[in-house]
């Protein structure tokens, strides 16, 4: 089965998923896609300006 994209979108303030932890998931996953939502918490709303360019990125290279 081919490797599917991998977003991760982090708040930069999140408590539960820390920086250490994201640089072990782009070790596992090296094509991982990832940002970090300034002054957001653990959940952000994905309204963000950087949140919504990364998920229209996706769907985009979906579509491709």
Do not use: F, Y
């Amino acid at each position: 089965m081919p490797k599917r994209p991998l977003l991760l979108i982090r708040g930069a303030l999140s408590q539960l998923l820390a920086p250490g932890c994201v640089d072990e998931m782009r070790r596992r996953r090296s094509d991982l896609i990832w940002v970090d939502v300034p002054n957001r918490g653990h959940a952000p709303l994905l309204d963000e300006p950087v949140a919504l360019e990364a998920i229209t990125g996706l769907v985009r290279s979906l579509r491709d």
